[in-house]
């Protein structure tokens, strides 16, 4: 079982910036890819940004630009740095681990973007 746990949400006006961490309970991080989501109401979960085993991301159009993913392996850590933000890009944020047939996830971050 691996525990994900994010941090860093709040309210910013638009234009500014947060970071959003998420800290997985478990070592095998390292060895896998992971993704950033977000849940906006009455809308799906979409994914925003990804970042493989081997450090290569890749982001939705919406945030290209703006939002940069990185992990930190000896803390076990992914992080979501959001800059410019604007008011669509509010939502619930989740970290996301997939693992075989598991698929982790945190228990989310509420981001809102409002002025």
């Known amino acids: 079982q691996v525990q994900l746990v994010e941090s860093g949400g709040g309210l910013v006006q638009p234009g500014g910036s947060l970071r959003l961490s998420c800290e997985a309970s478990s070592s095998i991080f390292r060895f896998n890819a992971l993704g950033w989501y977000r849940q906006a109401p009455g809308k799906e979960r979409e994914l925003v940004a990804s970042?493989?085993?081997?450090?290569?991301?890749k982001y939705a159009d919406s945030v290209k630009g703006r939002f940069t993913i990185s992990r930190d392996n000896a803390k076990n850590t992914v992080y979501l740095q959001m800059n410019s933000l604007k008011p669509e890009d509010t939502a619930v944020y989740y970290c996301?681990?997939?693992?075989?047939?598991?698929?982790?996830w945190g228990q989310g971050t509420q981001v809102t973007v409002s002025s």
């Open positions: 996301n681990l997939p693992y075989g047939s598991a698929d982790y």
């Open positions: 970042i493989s085993s081997g450090f290569v991301t």
